[in-house]
Every structure is written in structure tokens, then in C-alpha cells.
């Protein structure tokens, strides 16, 4: 079963047991899956459906610290729940040694020197990160590697 046919289902699901917050976060996760789709004229694969989630959590997590700083704990407590629905469809995150471990072998890969080779080590890992690790801190840990 694929991704998109996955979250279709759970969207069954959240209406059969009119589970209104998921619904809806459900349904924000079509509509963006669709519009990609549409403006892109393609038909997104896994892979691409997970980037448009991690985009949407990156969205949330956002909106969390705005909501948090200006003291709307109702707003930021919404958003926190969504994520978590959002999180489901998300990869088994990766650990920090793993992160490590993937970091050094795309450094020698590319046979990186220094800090101006930062993008191509980083345009491996993203094909083999993406969705499963927090690109901000592997970006941290390729460039302390590069420093060393």
C-alpha cells in the first residue's frame, strides 16, 4: 500500500469515528499532496509525499514557537496535535550515531577537504536523509566534520 493510499484510508478511518482534529489535519495533508500534483503536473511518489509532510510539520513547528512567544497556548496546543497526526506518515527517524555514521561516508564519498565543500556533501546526504533525520543538525554535524 502505497503512501497516499495510506493516508486516504486513515482519512476513512477519522470520519467513521468522527475524530474532527484528525480529519481535518488529514485532510490539510490531501490538499497539500494535491496541490503539489496539480501546480507540478505529476503524480507524487512516496519520497515526494514525504517531503511535502516534512514540510507541513517545519510549518507547524513554526507556527508552535509564534504562537508559544506570543502566549496562545490554545494555538500552539493545536498545532502540537497535528503534528502529531502529520508524524505517522513520517519515516523511522534515524539515530544520531547512524546520522554520524552517514555523515563521515558522505564525506569521504565525496572526498570533501573543507567548509566550501559543504553542498556537495550535504546534496548526498539529502537523498539519503531526507524525512529520516532533522536536515538542520546533520547540516551542524557536516559542518563540524569539515572544520575538523
Partial sequence: MSLKERITEDMKTAMRAKAAEKLGTIRLLLAAIKQKEVDERISLDDA????????LIKQRK???SQFQAAGRTDLSDKEAAEVEVLQVYMPQ????????????????????????????????????????????????????????
Avoid: F, W, Y
Avoid at 515526494?48 to 514540510?55: H, L, Q, R
Avoid at 561516508?105 to 532533522?134: C, E, F, I, N, Y
Fill in 48 to 55: 515526494a509525499i514525504v517531503t511535502v509532510i516534512d514540510k
Fill in 62 to 64: 513554526d507556527s508552535i
Fill in 93 to 148: 527517524q534515524l539515530s544520531a550515531d547512524e546520522v554520524a555514521q552517514a555523515v563521515k561516508a558522505a564525506v569521504a564519498q565525496t572526498g570533501a577537504a573543507g567548509p566550501q565543500d559543504m553542498g556537495k556533501v550535504m546534496g548526498v546526504l539529502k537523498g539519503q536523509l531526507a524525512g529520516r533525520a532533522d536536515m538542520t543538525a546533520v547540516s551542524a554535524q557536516v559542518k563540524a566534520a569539515l572544520a575538523a
